[in-house]
């Protein structure tokens, strides 16, 4: 799992590329958390466009930067998600909590 990060005008976006898996799932978070508190971003967008497959642990991540977003006031979205890490999203729901937005919904 490679993570990286930009941030401008106060959005953080987070790049997760390879497999979000329960052995990336905690470096993951903790490089999440990391940006978010040096930053203070109103938004956090997590773009998987490069992720080439997610387990559930990539729902607890989505949950756990909603969480920590919503502490300080602002939100977390999800984008460019492809087939794979969808079908885990749309199983889960999660999408009534958090934005979640595919590649064709992203060209809209």
């Known amino acids: ?33 990391l940006g978010i508190e040096e930053y203070l971003p109103r938004d956090c967008v997590i773009d998987f466009s490069e992720l080439t497959f997610m387990d559930s642990s990539g729902i607890a991540i989505i949950l756990k930067t909603h969480k920590k977003m919503a502490e300080t006031g602002g939100r977390a979205t999800i984008s460019n998600v492809p087939e794979q890490p969808l079908r885990v999203i749309d199983a889960s729901g999660i999408d009534r909590i958090v934005t979640v937005l595919s590649p064709k919904e992203m060209k809209k």
Not at 9 to 16: A, E
């Open 1 to 33: 799992m490679k993570i990286l990060s930009s941030y401008s005008n106060g959005k953080l976006t987070i790049f997760l590329q390879g497999e979000l898996d329960h052995h990336a799932a905690h470096e993951t978070m903790n490089q999440i958390s």
